[in-house]
């Protein structure tokens, strides 16, 4: 998977894109990291977008059914550590959902502050419970912040999955724009968002995921 970072302003644009579905891989994540560095350096706001068609797909299956449990192991916790991160980005994040969206994927959507997606048909939702998956505490923590009560059940227990409209509604996302425009009305909020005193931007933020975060990192710590 390619990544890039492209500095506008104030704003770093992080992309992902590996030409099909944006399977997620260690180097994958190794990668965001790097960007990330970069940008908690030179920005003061952070946009992170997908492909056109493909915001993340989720695991890269080969990894995951390939038998090897080192392997999925490494995956499972960077990908946990590389959560956890996004949901204790001190800067504003602002996610732009550019098509379909599965298991980390949807939670990385929610790790960030605001989560805008592209009209289409498109699907985003958590189907681990149909891949006979079980979550750990990590990954619950940001969709239990995100998901409206009315749909945690259908959505995570479920593994019901949603247009773009009905992820609105059950709470992955927080606005839905007119395909194709997600990454620019993602810049324009995070130009916004940059103009907020950084500080206490950070500190608020924090403040109110404080617990949450802490229950996340320890999770991951255990893997």
């Known amino acids: 998977m390619q990544i890039t970072s492209e500095l506008t302003g104030d704003v770093a644009l992080i992309t992902m894109d590996d030409g099909k579905k944006n399977a ?22 952070v946009v992170l977008a ?32 590389f959560a956890v991160r996004l949901w204790s980005f001190p800067k504003p994040l602002v996610a732009a959902c550019t098509g379909h969206t599965f298991t980390i994927g949807a939670i990385w959507l929610c790790s960030c502050d605001s ?6 048909p498109f699907k985003i939702g958590m189907t681990e419970t149909k891949m006979g998956m079980t979550f750990t505490p990590w990954a619950l923590e940001p969709l239990s912040h995100r998901l409206s009560k009315q749909h945690w059940i259908p959505s995570i227990v479920q593994a019901r999955v949603h247009d773009p409209d009905g992820a609105l509604e059950a709470g992955f996302l927080d606005e839905v724009v007119d395909e194709g425009q997600a990454v620019d009305r993602a810049m324009a909020i995070a130009t916004e968002l940059a103009q907020l005193p950084a500080q206490a931007y950070a500190a608020n933020k924090l403040m109110t995921r404080a617990e949450s975060i802490d229950i996340a990192r320890a999770d991951v710590a255990r893997l």
């Open 24 to 45: 997620i891989t260690p180097q994958a994540i190794a990668d965001l990291n790097t960007a990330f560095d970069g940008a908690e350096s030179d920005a003061k706001a």
């Open 50 to 81: 997908g492909r056109p068609g493909s915001f993340c797909a989720g695991f890269d299956l080969s990894i995951m059914t390939g038998g090897d449990m080192d392997a999925i192991r490494e995956l499972a916790k960077a990908a946990g550590e």
């Open 115 to 120: 989560r805008i997606g592209d009209r289409g």
